[in-house]
């Protein structure tokens, strides 16, 4: 086998975490459908793949998503479900593709140590710009169950243009990587304001570490009323810059998995790979004598009043709350069960039912009934 070095700097923290949540998402994604029969052919796309490795080895998307392919083998096997995979990379600058080369090598060498694979894998190599060949493939996007990455450093696929396009797909996920950052320096320029037109005032009064929260409001902003597609933040801090991955999405299943793995990520918040809110240091009394708020504190707190205030409320209402709010359904149990011990709130059952199985898979819709005093 040749070498896999391509790149010259090893991938740092921030590229490690980023790559690891790709990873846990494709971990949760790829059996949703391989278990079901009917589903018979699934794509992944990766619009900026990289070589496969950095200069130690460690691995980069494609190799990443080959892995986790090969850890489901008995079940796709099993269901014959076919996998498409659709791996980009492309420097428009330079005139030797050589990470496109080793993109190919580093994958074809994977795929033949695996040859399993034969009987399900299909890889579609591009060596293309990113923002031509997403209209180009977008057929196949809408068509199939798809998983879909858009891996760059910059701010370019959060354009309306894109994000419209994605609002109007049923069945794929996407995580998006975005420089977020950069709009703190550079949001002024014609080239920022095409991608996504940030209010000045907003720019210059927000906290830099909240930059990515700032972009994900202005994206939803954007949306039409009526749409279904639900998005959420995860900040990365690398050095002093804030990036952030953007996960979309129009199904709770999803929505579900997503967020589950950005609360066990950091159980702080579920919302960057840093204390965002400063909530470790929210335990002690201000100088007001009252405690500040955590984030996992201030949803439960709004939660109880929302109950209390409602005649009764389903689990499913509580359900979408909590996933609304970016919270998973773990954090919104301990509220229903403190109202039910403190006999304020009423449900038969022992347990709340408060699980995206129980409430979309099975159905399984209860009401907790308010006891006014």
């Known amino acids: 086998m040749s070498s896999k070095n391509i790149h010259e700097e090893p991938f740092d923290r921030g590229t490690i975490t980023k790559l690891e949540i790709f990873q846990d998402y494709a971990q949760?994604?790829?059996?949703?459908?391989?278990?079901?029969s009917y589903v018979k052919e699934i794509h992944i796309f990766d619009f900026f793949s990289g070589?496969?490795?950095d200069c130690n080895e460690v691995p980069g998307s494609p190799i990443r998503i080959l892995k986790k392919i090969n850890e489901h083998l008995g079940q796709i096997l099993k269901t014959r479900t076919n996998i498409v995979l659709h791996f980009n990379e492309f420097e428009p600058k330079l005139k030797s593709q050589r990470k496109f080369e080793m993109l190919k090598e580093n994958c074809l060498n994977f795929v033949h140590e695996n040859p399993k694979f034969k009987y399900f894998?299909?890889?579609?190599?591009y060596n293309k710009n990113a923002e031509e060949l997403f209209f180009e493939l977008l057929p196949l996007i809408t068509k199939y169950p798809s998983l879909v990455y858009l891996d760059q450093n910059g701010v370019k696929f959060i354009s309306k243009e894109y994000v419209d396009e994605l609002d109007n797909i049923?069945?794929?996920?996407?995580?998006?990587?975005?420089?977020s950052s950069f709009f703190k320096r550079y949001g002024k320029t014609e080239e920022f304001k095409k991608a996504l037109e940030i209010d000045i005032n907003e720019l210059e009064s927000e906290q830099y570490c909240n930059m990515h929260r700032l972009v994900?409001?202005?994206?939803?902003?954007?949306?039409p009323i009526n749409s279904e597609l639900k998005l959420f933040p995860f900040s990365i801090k690398k050095n002093s810059n804030i990036y952030g991955i953007i996960f979309g999405s129009k199904n709770y299943a999803a929505v579900d998995k997503?967020?589950?793995?950005a609360w066990k990520r950091n159980e702080l918040n579920g919302e960057a790979d840093f204390d965002i809110d400063e909530d470790s240091g929210k335990g002690q009394l201000n100088i007001f004598g009252s405690k500040d708020l955590t984030k996992k504190e201030k949803f439960q707190i709004d939660l109880e009043g929302l109950i209390l205030k409602s005649k009764d409320i389903s689990?499913?209402?509580?359900l979408i709350y909590t996933y609304e709010n970016g919270h998973i359904p773990a954090h919104a149990v301990e509220v229903l069960k403190k109202l039910k011990s403190e006999k304020k709130i009423y449900y038969a059952s022992s347990s709340p039912y408060l699980t995206y199985v129980n409430v979309f898979r099975n159905?399984?819709?209860?009401?907790?009934?308010?006891?006014?005093?």
């Open 258 to 261: 997503f967020l589950s793995i």
């Open 363 to 373: 159905e399984n819709i209860i009401t907790y009934r308010v006891i006014k005093k």
């Open 216 to 223: 994900v409001s202005n994206i939803k902003s954007r949306l």
């Open 28 to 36: 949760a994604w790829i059996p949703t459908f391989v278990m079901q």
């Open 51 to 53: 070589p496969g490795y």
């Open 121 to 125: 894998l299909d890889i579609n190599f």
């Open 170 to 179: 049923k069945k794929s996920d996407f995580l998006y990587f975005v420089s």
């Open 315 to 318: 689990n499913k209402d509580v």
